[in-house]
């Protein structure tokens, strides 16, 4: 389903589509139900048995949620963390004082039941924004992190997910200095998905030797190609972020700029995080389809992104491709709009492979061919648009009437 | 269904909503079917008796179809125009030389039909993006204008309509120099709309005694507070424009900015794009309300502008606004991403009158009354972001299955 580019780097990977934040060494992974969502599992931890050099990237929405303050404060303050808790069907978001109150009692139980620093402990949270947490459950919930027969990792990956119809995660291993390390992640998307952090919660573990700053280097620069190039809706949430925990339990020598194999751990952090981001894209509510847009030719990598998003964000493309509908004037107009670095006359679209505009006119095509093509699951929209170095690739889903009744009822 | 500000000004207006382009002395507008679309009338004309200053707003998208670029180099050589012809079904964007051939055509067969200069006929088209036009239609359309029996200006705005279900008019006149001015419009939209002008096709014709730049100055400021504040689905075309012509036949002393009765001309030129604004927003695809954002307290008009057309161009809150869901922590997720000036604990949203966000804080509110008020057609949600003077109002629609029926089916 995901492609795996061809690069030699990557070929070096082992790739674990089973794994999750739980397969580096030392970390442990589980989930609970408290009784914020009916039935399904609410509430789920992280923990390494070691304390972890952490980072992250957090979501640009003025509006930040009470949790993701508290952990982003947490992190700056140490650079590290012990611990995550994630409840799900409640953002804690437009609650003033009560909201940070409650965040911090969250992280204080926790903190007290692992006998770990309160600093070490993120907070996370999604769901409805606008209510206060039901402090009870949540309290619940910090008593039973770490229980025998929680830790499972699967019930992490099920208690972070909101409207997201599968969990989404991954592991990979690469040799580095002879020793075998580990990264892990997992996420949830789903809706309020959009380009510049604010689009999800990813968790990538790993148990790489790498200092805080080498971690967060990699973090931002790999989030730029994959996290914020997916969106589902163009909304941007007040709750979103990426944190990722480091433990060193591989024992290779520290990662930074300088190490010889520097390369494998980036792209082995570069995969997990794009294949998390495509997962959240092909799960974009009410998806059927996974959309990509590839863009080459642009001045620079700035206008690149700015086209490729402006591709799969819009609602006309997207309603398109839900009904297999050839309707590549919609990909030339999202392109237009995109940026004032288009020259019509140096544009050229590929649709599913199938040439369909050059140099700013539509061309004769096989519709048939073209028909068929775009009844498969995954859609590529090819597009060059001048003789720049700027190429970029953005993520997207087609929009569907399932879309609309997910989010037409679904606070209530 | 049209809220009539409470402007003393306004209150001296005498609004005719059966009015449209052909109430103004001196204007005919009629619609034919040619046979490019199948039983509807797809070809229309506005002309004057007596040559008319013109000017026009035009996309900003940077695939401009040719028929847009042929009206805009004409109104520019010599700022007048005397017959503007429209076609639906299909747009003749990116097709190239032939496509600018084919517009040139148009033009030349009108003028010589009408025996009036080329440049003063503008030509304009809408539809399908990426087909040649089928000019054995057109032309035989061009031998029709003007003819007795299809002189009906319904016909006009039958003939420029697409996905739209009903046709989009007004006529208002105002007294100046004791003098009755008219001033009328006719406008298409349904999908593909978007703020910054091309959003739509809009016609506005007036017989007041105006000069060219006074007219291109009182439409590009109405624009902006009209045509440019909606959005259906966020997309700009690359063929809509606003053409606005006046013959002068009122005989009113020529209006400039040292008019003494300036305003009461500017108020109504403001009353007719607003007018047309807002019956496109209210009959987007698949719409079944308007949505109202205003906002007030931004630093300058440009954030507020950002703040308001954010909120009305959400996903989520289109959907939850459809499914008549209180879900105002979209809003709030919208308000947030729109710019860097929020500062959310200055922050207060009211959903259709009723408070639901308090310095930024989330207010507890009557979920019965609320659910009731989202039952009507017309949605207002208002937003003071701080004590600048910045105000804004944007206008959109919900986002409905239908929406997505119309748009995952429309060019097959």
Known sequence: MIDIETIDTLKQLNIDVQGDVSSPSGFIAGGFHTGLRRKKKDFG????????????????????????????????????????????????????????????????????????????????????????????????????????????????????????????????????????????????????????????????TTDANIDANTLDYCLKQTTDQSFNMITVDGDTSTNDMVICMANGLAHNSEINALHPEWHKFVYAFNFVSQYLAKLIAKDGEGATKLVTAKVTGAPNVDEARKIAKSIVSSNLVKTAIHGEDANFGRIVTAIGYASKCIEPEKTNVYLCQVPVLEQGIHLDFDEQLLKERLTEDDIVIETSVGEGKGEAAAYGCDLSYEYVRINASYRT
């Open 45 to 204: 931890w992280i923990y390494s048995t070691t304390e972890a050099v952490a980072t992250g990237v957090y979501t640009l929405n003025r509006f930040k949620a009470a949790p993701l303050k508290l952990t982003e404060d947490s992190i700056n303050s140490n650079k590290t963390l012990q611990a995550i808790v994630v409840n799900s069907a409640n953002a804690n978001s437009c609650t003033g004082e009560k909201g940070t109150q409650d965040a911090l009692d969250t992280q204080a139980w926790v903190a007290e039941r692992l006998n770990i620093d309160q600093q070490n402990v993120g907070v996370a949270s999604t769901g409805v924004v606008g209510a206060f947490l039901p402090m009870d459950k949540i309290y619940y919930g910090t008593q039973h992190v770490l229980k025998e027969a929680y830790n499972n990792s699967q019930f992490f990956n099920q208690a972070i997910l909101t409207t997201d119809t599968v969990t989404k995660h991954i592991a990979v291993q690469v040799e580095i200095d002879g020793k075998t390390v580990t990264i892990g992640g997992s996420a949830k998307g789903s809706g309020m998905i959009h380009p510049n952090m604010a689009t999800m919660l990813g968790f990538i």
